[in-house]
């Protein structure tokens, strides 16, 4: 059992969201202004005959759908070399007073040391007879910041100013992520960390830069993708596989059931990862707004347009997602139709009830839409039209989790997360 958990996004405590002008572009947050739209049926062919059963819906319709979202949004993306490698640099080390077991891998991406890798960190309860559950975080900051524990690889990190990779120093080590090690670790549940940055720089440049792997993949005399290629946000799923290829191989890591979770970008990432990579067995996305869970549709919040303004995000996704900028209701693709494409699979869309700018409505609506593939597959999904009130977890099949607060999850979310994999991976049992 994986889960990919991203942490440490510095706006993970930030209460009221609500920018009024984002890129030159007014923000709507008024309900009556939010506009009427249609949203594409998930159980309706191309060719306007319905999905009757699960053959159907895993041969045909998810296969159309899967392919609308490489086009439009996030990217075609490669596949992998052959000669990408795994260097188990330390096999398993007794650490935290002997409660559990650490290990150390690097990924080289071109089996070249000087080109792209990353560094996976891996803590295994100790004293487990049986491949124990593991819980991925893929972090916003390299994983020796993330925990205090000083045998953890330096590592190194995207400078924003100088778009360079330098080594990390001691003063950025705040230790983010102690508190939910301990608590999965104590659940018996395992840990594995990796820096989204490793596989692909968070910024404009990024794709020219050696260290990333889009440049990698880049033809002779190509200097950007095609628009229907990868941005960012595909090459952060696309590297997420990779980090299963290599727990596959691990027989203390039960790979049968894998889940993948983060916050903000990486929310979107994790449902983008989930949705083209099967093995994921389960979802926990946080805050994933537009480009995500909630409706490109629905004007409230981000939108389109703000995500792909030239001076912020349009490097996430592929250059055609930014033609439906001005015209997001005809965008063939939508947050519940992600959504869909994750079934049967377990999801919790986990959010805060002060974060207008992600439009937690949006993606409680989202999940009302995609609750009929859900239940093709004998699943529960929201089984209600109202959205529930903070601190009130809906923990079916399709799930959905509104904290009080703001953007990023809270030091309470951490066990609702815990109970949903409790319940949906059958643990305990």
């Not at 319709?61 to 992998?80: M, N, S």
């Not at 593991?134 to 925990?147: A, E, H, K, Q």
């Not at 190194?156 to 508190?179: A, I, L």
């Not at 596959?248 to 059931?257: L, S, V, Y």
Request: glycine share 8%; charged share 25%; proline share 7%.
């Amino acid at each position: 059992m994986i889960l990919l958990f991203m942490g440490g996004y510095s706006l993970a405590y930030a209460q009221e969201n609500k920018p009024e002008n984002v890129a030159g572009i007014p923000v709507n947050y008024d309900e009556s202004k939010a506009g009427g739209y249609v949203l594409e049926d998930p159980l309706t062919l191309v060719s306007g005959e319905k999905v009757e059963d699960v053959n159907t819906w895993m041969n045909v319709r998810r296969p159309q759908l899967l392919d609308l979202f490489y086009q439009f949004e996030y990217g075609f993306t490669p596949e992998p070399r052959s000669n990408i490698s795994f260097d188990v640099f330390e096999i398993g080390t007794p650490v935290f007073e002997k409660k559990a077991i650490r290990k150390q891998v690097t990924v080289s991406f071109s089996g070249d040391s000087d080109g792209p890798e990353m560094d996976i960190l891996i803590y295994l309860p100790a004293d487990v007879q049986e491949p124990v559950p593991v819980i991925i975080s893929l972090g916003f900051t390299p994983n020796s910041s993330r925990v205090n524990d000083p045998a953890v690889k330096p590592g190194t990190y995207w400078d924003r100013e100088t778009k360079e990779k330098v080594p990390v120093t001691e003063g950025m080590r705040r230790w983010s992520f102690d508190d939910q090690l301990q608590l999965f670790l104590s659940r018996g549940i395992g840990v594995v960390m990796v820096y989204y940055a490793d596989i692909e720089p968070d910024f404009s440049e990024g794709i020219t830069k050696e260290k990333g792997v889009r440049n990698l993949y880049l033809k002779e005399g190509q200097m950007s993708p095609k628009p229907n290629e990868w941005g960012a946000i595909s090459a952060w799923a696309w590297g997420l596989s990779r980090v299963v290829d290599y727990l596959e191989t691990d027989e203390d890591i039960d790979p049968d059931r894998i889940a993948v979770t983060g916050a903000s970008r990486l929310g979107k990432t994790v449902l983008w990862a989930a949705a083209r990579d099967q093995r994921f067995d389960m979802v926990i996305a946080c805050c994933s707004g537009a480009g995500g869970a909630s409706l490109n549709r629905r004007d409230y919040g981000e939108s389109i347009a703000h995500l792909t303004a030239p001076s912020r995000y349009p490097y996430q996704f592929a250059e055609n997602f930014g033609m439906f900028a001005d015209y997001p209701k005809q965008i063939p693709v939508d947050g519940h139709l992600l959504l869909s494409l994750i079934a049967p699979r377990p999801v919790l869309l986990q959010t805060g009830d002060q974060d207008y700018w992600l439009d937690p409505k949006g993606e409680f609506l989202a999940a009302v839409a995609a609750t009929p593939v859900f239940e093709l597959f004998g699943k529960k999904g929201i089984e209600m039209n109202e959205m529930p009130p903070a601190e009130t977890p809906i923990m079916n099949t399709l799930g959905y989790y509104m904290h009080k607060g703001g953007h990023g999850p809270i030091p309470s979310d951490w066990e609702i997360y815990v109970q949903f994999m409790e319940k949906h991976f059958h643990l305990n049992q």
